[in-house]
């Protein structure tokens, strides 16, 4: 029986086990603090196809397969938790859209998308500010309450005989002949393929293994808000920013981008920061609204996209992170893509070009 050790139990490391752990027993995941503490437990859970990069790229290919994984979960999940479809309506001011348009304009989008006009757009929420130009509107989209989705991969491998170690692990050996070593505080253990998950944090290895920085923790707070009647039908989203309603009626807006370390405080300069952006869309928005202010942390990598694979040099090592602004969406297709790499098996989608060998 092969042992497989996971490090890091946030979206990607619970997908990981959750997948490995239908086909194999032995799977151990370890987690410093408690499951989905981090930002898989408090992201905005949009789950939105790629649109800006090149039709039939590898990114847009993954990003399609992991839709397609979110479909089949939803079927399986939405009556136990929040997993809805939800469309998304991207907002323009100044033309800012012209790459997203040229495209549309020569027929260039393969998915369900149109433009919206300010009329049109005032049809589905009459709150919109008239100094918009215009939206796209994007039909496929869904969003998940991603704590609960992170919950209930870990819940289900554990149903299926996965261990769980509460600890932090701060080195790994990987030259200890065919096995790989972690090591704890206080205890080591032995494994014949460990996964690399740990979000963030995943940054003190890659330093370990290759002396060069990989990923960058980036900061996002979002404002939780009560009362907002009637909540928003579709999720609108501006530049980085974005205005959605979720279950039990509580109306999300976010976010920043904030290179301050491992910090994860939340701060009123960032509240006011996100209430002076929304109100430029909707200026009815004040601070009377928010109940909750949360901040966590996006494991970015330079290019936005995930990591996933082998690491180099290394047979029984392997990566499955870097999710950045998109972990939620390319999570679970990266801890089956991993449950099925691990094995050699068939991969559905391509993955060598997210190796970590492109950073090299
Ligand atoms: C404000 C905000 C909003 C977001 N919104 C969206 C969104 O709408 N859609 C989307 O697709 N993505 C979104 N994201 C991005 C997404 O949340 C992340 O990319 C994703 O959650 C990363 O998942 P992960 O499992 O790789 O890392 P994490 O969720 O960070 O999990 C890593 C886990 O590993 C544990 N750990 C760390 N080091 C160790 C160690 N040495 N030993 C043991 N355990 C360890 C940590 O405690 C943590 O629980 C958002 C991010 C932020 C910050």
Known sequence: MLKIGIIGGGIAGCAAAYYLSKKTSGITIFEKDFIGAHSSGKSNGSIIPFIDYDINSYSEQLSDYAISVHNNLKMKFHSKFYYSKKPV?????????????????KNKLNKEFHFLSL??????????????????????????????????????AIQNGVNFVQKNINKIDADSGKQVRIFSDDESYNFDKIIISNGSWAESFFMDFFGKSILT?????????????PGFKVSFWWGKNYITTKDQNITWLGTTHEDVGYDESITSDSKNQILQKAKEIFPFLDENFVVEQTACLRPMTKDSLPILGRLKDFENIFLCGGGSANGILFGPAMGKIMSKDIFEEQLDTYISEFSVNRFL
């Open 89 to 105: 309506v991207h907002l323009f001011k100044n033309n800012s859209y012209s790459k997203i348009y040229d495209n549309y304009k």
């Open 119 to 156: 009329g049109e757009l005032r049809h589905i929420d009459a709150r919109v500010s008239e100094e918009i130009d215009g939206g796209l509107y994007i039909k496929n989209s869904l969003e998940v309450d991603s704590y609960m989705l992170s919950k209930t991969f870990f819940d289900n």
């Open 217 to 229: 923790p980036i900061k996002g707070q979002i404002l939780r808000m009560k009362n907002i009647t």
